[in-house]
């Protein structure tokens, strides 16, 4: 391979292994942990936005040095606050990585341990997910010196270096391979920017990368001074806390196994012979065993309330590169989601990635609220219904004030349009489900020029190998997808890559 490229780029031609992918977790919540001891937040944290410098080093891009709490962006992975009008925050930011690392968990899967750290930065309710984003590279460290892969190098760096203000010293964090420091007792996390004389700047911390997507990057190492002793002695604490949650579950499997046996081969033969004699329960003892069973259903019930927003879901994944993908529904049943359909689709010319646009014939990866349906008859499931007409387009042109909106072409004047309520009146399409990726599609608000526009659905009449980013299934499918969709629960597209 060819370093620097983006993490984007990397699995495509190499997927990431468990050890991995906790390294890189690592090194990234790291770089987070420096921007937010900043009181800033990064707001886009995407596979475009990491760097692979070299065999496991991985650098943070895409940070904009004036940006607080951006206003207007869409993010690839959006926490659930977001989408209910929220503010930017630390939180977001540990949750796209997540989210993140979860998008790229290996076919082969991950330890239990590995999975709850995810799941915890990935809780939909804030006060659920780390407290800090260091916080959470700590336990990414830990599970990957457990898991023992070579380290690569000496030393590893994060990168967010400062593009204006060449007057101030750069911040840095060095990430020793061994030990995850901490700072002692009131000495801040991030060491603070101070003005100095043009004699005075330091030249060797400077670090000139290759800039593969044109991205600013601040080169961030932070001096911690640590008290040697305290700080081992809570390392080894937490290190072996970790390694007791991650070999339990096999213990408790052979304990199991062990008592199994025993049972099979010793008690077993003693309890046929007593059953030959022992008298059919009793109808008092029915009836109690009946009643327990109701009020442990009704437990059941109660606790399976849905954690997300959104109680029903789709989700379409597909191979990094790949036109050919599966979309598939999912309700939230019993505690868990169920899935309920599952059918092939085709994507984007250029398959599903983060780096998407007008003309770049992506489909966004990320997950985004269903908007309204467009169909010649309203399916009646509770989802916002546009009726097909030819006038009935949404402006493509980011220019256009209406742009990403649903108009009359009969009144919106010359503006470019995608016919979309021509297509399903003239047999093409038999409806579309909009996509709210950038925008609901019924008004501009929210709507961010340059992010890409009208994402749908499609149920096609015809048979295509690609699109210019919208995601088709059969009609025939279309049909049968719109019977299961329900508006009264909220339904979100989760689109992923394998």
């Known amino acids: 391979m060819n370093y620097p490229l983006t993490l984007e780029q990397y699995i495509a031609q190499m997927p990431m292994q468990e050890a991995e992918l906790a390294r890189m977790g690592a090194q990234i919540a790291e770089a987070l942990s420096v921007i937010h001891q900043q009181g800033r937040v990064h707001g886009d944290v995407k596979p475009g936005n990491i760097l692979v410098v070299s065999p496991g080093n991985y650098q943070l891009i895409g940070y904009e040095n004036v940006r607080q709490y951006p206003e207007g962006t869409i993010p690839t992975f959006v926490a659930p606050e977001l989408t209910q009008g929220g503010?930017?925050?630390?939180?977001?930011?540990?949750?796209?990585?997540?989210?993140?690392?979860?998008?790229?968990?290996?076919?082969?899967g991950i330890s239990g341990v590995f999975d709850e750290i995810i799941q915890k930065a990935c809780e939909p309710d804030p006060a659920r997910r780390y407290a800090t984003a260091l916080e959470f590279a700590e336990e990414l460290q830990m599970l990957a010196d457990i898991l023992q892969e070579p380290t690569v190098g000496t030393g590893q760096q994060m990168y967010v270096q400062e593009t204006e203000q060449p007057s101030m010293q750069p911040m840095y964090a060095q990430k020793q391979e061994q030990s995850s420091k901490q700072p002692t007792c009131g000495?801040?996390?991030?060491?603070?920017?101070?003005?100095?004389?043009?004699a005075q700047q330091p030249t060797d911390l400077v670090n000139h990368?290759?800039?593969?997507?044109?991205?600013?990057?601040?080169?961030?190492?932070?001096?911690?001074?640590l008290q040697p002793k305290k700080e081992k002695v809570t390392r080894e604490t937490q290190k072996a806390s970790l390694m007791l949650r991650f070999l339990l579950p096999i213990l408790i499997v052979l304990i199991i196994g062990a008592a199994v046996a025993i049972y099979v081969v010793l008690i077993h033969p003693v309890n046929q012979e007593e059953e030959t004699t022992t008298a059919a329960p009793t109808t008092t003892e029915v009836t109690t065993e009946a009643t327990t069973t109701e009020e442990t259903t009704e437990a059941t019930t109660e606790e399976a309330e849905c954690p997300y927003e959104y109680s029903q879901k789709i989700t379409v994944t597909a191979h990094a590169g790949s036109t050919s993908g599966t979309l598939t529904v999912y309700n939230w049943e019993h505690g868990d989601w169920v899935n309920k359909y599952s059918v092939a689709c085709v994507l984007g010319r250029n398959g599903i990635g983060s780096d998407y646009g007008e003309?770049?014939?992506?489909?966004?990866?990320?997950?985004?609220?269903?908007?309204?349906?467009m169909a010649n008859v309203d399916p009646k499931n509770n989802m916002n219904f546009k009726l097909a007409s030819d006038s009935a387009a949404i402006v493509d042109d980011a220019e256009s004030e209406l742009y990403n909106t649903l108009v009359d072409t009969n009144t919106v004047g010359d503006v470019s349009v995608d016919h979309v309520g021509s297509n399903i009146v003239n047999g093409k399409l038999n409806a579309i489900i909009f996509i709210e990726h950038n925008g609901d599609g019924l008004s501009s608000d929210g709507v961010t020029p340059g992010k890409g526009s009208v994402i749908t659905i499609c149920g096609n009449y015809s048979n295509v190998s690609e699109t210019a980013g919208c995601i088709d299934?059969?009609?025939?499918?279309?049909?049968?997808?719109?019977?299961?969709?329900?508006?009264?629960?909220?339904?979100?597209?989760?689109?992923?890559?394998n």
Do not use: C, W
Not at 90 to 100: E, F, H, I, Q, S
Not at 187 to 198: A, D, E, I, K, Y
């Open 473 to 497: 299934i059969s009609a025939e499918n279309m049909t049968e997808l719109l019977k299961l969709l329900d508006g009264n629960m909220n339904p979100h597209i989760e689109i992923t890559l």
């Open 359 to 373: 003309g770049k014939g992506v489909t966004p990866m990320g997950t985004f609220k269903l908007g309204f349906v």
């Open 209 to 225: 990368r290759r800039n593969v997507q044109q991205a600013d990057a601040y080169n961030t190492q932070e001096e911690m001074h």
């Open 187 to 198: 000495q801040p996390l991030v060491q603070q920017p101070r003005r100095q004389s043009p």
């Open 87 to 108: 503010a930017y925050h630390a939180g977001t930011d540990v949750y796209a990585l997540g989210m993140l690392m979860k998008s790229l968990i290996p076919k082969q």
